[in-house]
C-alpha cells in the first residue's frame, strides 16, 4: 500500500436544487415504484442507473408526447412553456422540481423579450437550462461560449446579457467587459448560480493543497467541466473520472496527499466509494 492520506472536498456534492429534484423523485418513487423523468435528473450516469433500478424512466422530450395520464417529472434545469401545454393536453400529472434560480432567470429572459430587447446568453446551446431559456420568448436569442462566435459587424448597438446559470462567473464578467471595450451598450444580468461560482473559487485552494486530485463528474456535466478545469489549472495533477474504474494506481506516489471532489451533480455516495478504494491502493 502507498498510504495515501484521503479527503473529500466538504464543498462539493449535489447543489440545493439537485438535492431537491432527486428528494422529489424518490418520495414518488418509494410511494409508487414508477415515475417519468422528461431529460436525466441529473448529469451523473451512476446516480441515474440508482434511480432507474428505483423505477425511474427517463423520457425525450419526443417520447413526452406520447405519454399519457402518467406522472412526470420536471427536473431541476427548467422547460419552456411548450410542455406545460403538452402536460394539459396529455393529462399528464407534473412534478416539477425546477429550481428557482432557474425560475427566476427565466422570467427576466422572458421579461426581456416582452421589452424588445436583443437577447445574448453566455451558454451551451442544447443544454436543458438554455433551451428552456429560449423557450421563454419567439423572438430570435443569441448563444454563445465564447466571443469569437459573435458576429460584431452585424450585432445590435445594445444588448441584454445573460448567463446559463452554472457557467463561469469569472468568464462571465471577462466578456463583459470585453464587449464594452467593444464600444456595445451592455445591460449586464449576473445569472450564474452563487452556489456553482462560489465552487468555483473554493476549488482553488482545495485543489491547491493536495499532492494529486481526483474530479469526480459525469461527462455531460458543464459545471463538472469548468470545476475541473480550475482543478488542472491549479494542480496538474489532477484526474477526471465518471466512474469508480477509471481510477489509476498509476496516478498516486507513496505517501501523496490525495483530494476527491466532484460536480454539483456528483453524488456524495460516489465520492465516498471512490475515496474507499484509493485508501486502498
Not at 447543489?15 to 441529473?42: R, S
Not at 433551451?131 to 421563454?136: P, T, W, Y
Not at 496538474?236 to 465518471?242: E, G, L, P, V
Request: glycine residues 6%; negative net charge.
Amino acid at each position: 500500500m502507498l498510504n495515501l492520506r484521503v479527503a473529500i472536498d466538504p464543498n462539493s456534492g449535489f447543489c440545493f436544487g439537485v438535492v431537491y429534484a432527486i428528494q422529489l423523485a424518490e418520495d414518488v418513487l418509494n410511494e409508487t415504484g414508477k415515475l417519468y423523468c422528461l431529460g436525466d435528473i441529473v448529469h451523473n450516469d451512476e446516480e441515474i442507473e440508482r434511480l432507474r433500478k428505483k423505477g425511474l424512466i427517463s423520457i425525450t422530450h419526443e417520447q413526452l408526447k406520447e405519454v399519457k395520464n402518467e406522472t412526470v417529472l420536471l427536473r431541476a434545469h427548467g422547460e419552456p412553456p411548450s410542455t406545460y401545454q403538452i402536460a394539459i393536453e396529455n393529462n399528464l400529472t407534473l412534478v416539477d422540481a425546477s429550481c428557482p434560480v432557474v425560475l427566476k432567470l427565466q422570467n427576466r429572459v422572458k421579461q426581456s423579450s416582452d421589452d424588445e430587447k436583443s437577447i445574448f446568453i453566455y451558454g451551451k446551446r442544447g443544454h436543458a437550462e438554455v433551451e428552456g431559456l429560449i423557450g421563454q420568448t419567439s423572438k430570435p436569442v443569441t448563444v454563445f461560449t465564447d466571443l469569437s462566435e459573435l458576429d460584431f459587424d452585424n450585432m445590435p448597438a445594445k444588448i441584454s446579457l445573460y448567463s446559463q446559470t452554472t457557467k463561469s462567473t469569472e468568464k462571465f464578467y471577462s466578456m463583459y467587459n470585453q464587449l464594452l471595450d467593444r464600444g456595445l451598450d451592455v445591460e449586464l444580468n449576473d445569472t450564474t448560480c452563487r452556489q456553482v461560482s462560489n465552487r468555483d473559487v473554493q476549488i482553488r485552494d482545495f485543489a491547491s493543497s493536495f499532492d494529486v486530485i481526483v474530479f469526480v463528474s459525469g461527462q455531460k456535466s458543464s459545471n463538472g467541466k469548468v470545476l475541473y478545469e480550475v482543478c488542472k489549472k491549479h494542480n496538474t495533477r489532477s484526474y477526471f473520472i465518471s466512474t469508480l474504474e477509471e481510477i489509476d494506481s498509476r496516478w498516486f506516489k507513496s505517501g501523496d496527499r490525495v483530494g476527491i471532489s466532484g460536480a454539483t451533480s456528483t453524488p456524495m455516495w460516489l465520492m465516498k466509494d471512490a475515496k474507499e478504494i484509493i485508501e486502498k491502493i
